[in-house]
């Protein structure tokens, strides 16, 4: 029997990260948590004024229930960012559910749209990553992969689109920063969408985090707490190469200038906690010196959200599945209610966004 209703009354509420008793409770209780259960289980089916309270209390169109999605999305390989002991089991389903939800709009926007994604350009470091040298080394084959040269990445979410991942963000607790999985051949990274405006260097060492879990494979031995220090230091090596970071910081320097790190900052998309990391890895500076920046810096405060100085300009948004959306609009492939169901917006409001040029 077809429980679409049930399931998808389960992914809404997991999507919101309460329990039946408290889905009940935000109704006022006009619904016992038994007859909630009915209804996932299907067993029951609620009248249309119960529908509209409950997509009211779960903040989803009432539709959402009545949709059947045509594809039916399966995470493998799931491996949460650093943050993952801060999370809760339901705080886990939610973030899940919801990547899964956008997801499963995102690929049947590709179908419907009879899109053959031919850009992937996915990379596989060969060997097995033990030692930050072995990160380094696969950052440097990476950027050679993908003739990135020695130049500052501008934007590296659209460069990870260009190269066929698919990047989306979800709003969630601020425990979450970003994860990484596959569904089947398909590269997936999910990043928190309601990052402080002024943090853009954070996110995109996120994302640089995420592809390394996709590309690394670590060697026997190594563990989790390594594993992620090891993506940190992929990800620094690929923001900020080693010959270039030698180059303008040289080695045995008595001192660093705010000035010139927010230069760096600004060039390079990297914050300048992360340049005094990146010193350290590459022996320019030593551990004593590298724990008295760190002390300097948060002396001044700079680690708290959006006080360290220097900002870079770059959008690092995923952009593909909305310019997909408008793809299908321009070839009437898709209405403004297809489209504006793609985008998990309302129809009006898609109207308001367009200015059609002829």
Request: net charge neutral; hydrophobic share 40%.
């Amino acid at each position: 029997m077809n429980n679409n209703f049930g399931n998808r009354l389960i992914s809404a509420r997991k999507m919101s990260g309460i329990s039946l008793q408290s889905l009940a409770d935000m109704l006022g209780n006009v619904v016992t948590k038994q007859s909630l259960n009915k209804y996932e289980q299907g067993k029951m089916i609620p009248d249309s004024s119960l529908v509209l309270k409950i997509a009211n209390v779960l903040h989803v169109p009432a539709n959402y229930f009545y949709t059947e999605p045509s594809v039916d999305i399966k995470f493998e390989n799931i491996e949460f960012r650093k943050y993952k002991s801060k999370l809760s089991k339901t705080q886990e389903e939610a973030i899940l559910e919801k990547s899964k939800d956008l997801l499963e709009r995102y690929i049947e926007l590709e179908n419907v749209l009879n899109i053959e994604d031919e850009s992937k350009a996915y990379f596989k470091y060969p060997k097995p990553v033990a030692t930050a040298q072995d990160a380094e080394d696969a950052a440097s084959k990476l950027r050679e992969e993908w003739n990135l040269g020695y130049d500052p990445i501008p934007d590296v979410i659209d460069m990870l689109e260009d190269k066929g991942y698919k990047v989306i963000e979800i709003e969630t607790s601020e425990a979450f920063d970003g994860l990484k999985a596959d569904i089947g051949s398909q590269k997936i990274i999910v990043l928190r969408k309601n990052y402080p405006e002024d943090d853009i260097v954070r996110r995109r060492f996120t994302a640089l985090h995420e592809l390394a879990h996709h590309i690394l494979d670590f060697a026997d031995g190594v563990s989790p707490k390594e594993e992620e220090k090891l993506c940190h230091v992929f990800a620094s090596a690929l923001l900020y190469p080693p010959d270039m970071a030698k180059r303008e910081l040289f080695h045995g320097r008595f001192h660093f200038y705010l000035e010139e790190l927010k230069i760096i900052k600004e060039r390079w998309g990297i914050s300048i906690s992360a340049i005094f990391s990146r010193a350290l890895q590459l022996n320019i500076i030593s551990e004593n010196v590298y724990k008295k920046l760190m002390i300097g810096y948060k002396s001044r405060g700079f680690h708290r959200e959006n006080k360290e100085p220097g900002r870079f300009k770059s959008d690092e948004v995923p952009t593909r599945m909305k310019r997909l959306v408008y793809i299908g609009l321009a070839k009437e492939v898709l209405s403004i209610n297809e489209a504006a169901y793609f985008l998990g917006t309302t129809s009006w409001q898609l109207q308001g966004e367009l200015n059609q040029m002829i």
